[in-house]
């Protein structure tokens, strides 16, 4: 029986390996079609993490008041908040020059509350960008963008 689980995984497991094929973005609306590509990135991201031994703690973390985490993840002994963003196209730049500095305020909010909700261990932790290329006819492309930002100099703020 552990075979097949094993078996599975693998299969399961390449995905980051094939051509990703999503429906075509005439035959889904606008709102929908964005959810499913951030969906897909995020499971990408996810699988890319796993695959470089890092373990997934939690995704799509909100903050009671306000702030969110695409990805809360274990890397060795650091806690990290990353944000995923993923293209379908490469006309509009890097998915990662889309993280702005409001983007930036609202992941250190949701990193601030999750550290809160851990009574405020003394942990290392840094915040990634995820980017995820989804290109048609092409393979998926997941880059993890390491310190891609840092907490303002007097620390977590609000």
């Known amino acids: 029986m552990n075979w097949i689980r094993t078996a599975w995984f693998r299969w399961f497991?390449?995905?980051?390996?094939?051509?990703?094929?999503l429906p075509s973005r005439d035959s889904i609306e606008t709102?929908?079609?964005?959810?499913?590509?951030?969906?897909t990135g995020?499971?990408?991201a996810g699988k890319q993490i796993h695959r470089r031994g890092g373990k997934v703690l939690f995704r799509n973390f909100r903050a009671p008041k306000g702030g969110e985490v695409d990805i809360v993840y274990r890397d060795?002994?650091?806690?990290?908040?990353?944000?995923?963003?993923?293209r379908t196209s490469d006309q509009f730049g890097r998915p990662g020059?889309?993280?702005?500095?409001?983007?930036e305020r609202l992941i250190i909010r949701g990193a601030?509350?999750?550290l809160r909700e851990l009574n405020?261990?003394?942990?290392?932790f840094r915040f990634d960008v995820i980017e995820v290329f989804l290109l048609p006819g092409k393979q998926v492309e997941v880059k993890i963008n390491k310190d891609a930002f840092t907490t303002p100099q007097r620390g977590l703020g609000e």
């Open 13 to 21: 497991d390449r995905e980051l390996d094939r051509i990703v094929k």
């Open 31 to 39: 709102g929908e079609w964005n959810r499913l590509v951030g969906e």
């Open 42 to 44: 995020e499971r990408l």
């Open 76 to 86: 060795e002994e650091t806690l990290v908040f990353a944000e995923v963003k993923t």
């Open 97 to 103: 020059d889309a993280v702005d500095r409001e983007k």
């Open 112 to 114: 601030n509350a999750w």
């Open 120 to 124: 405020l261990p003394s942990v290392l």
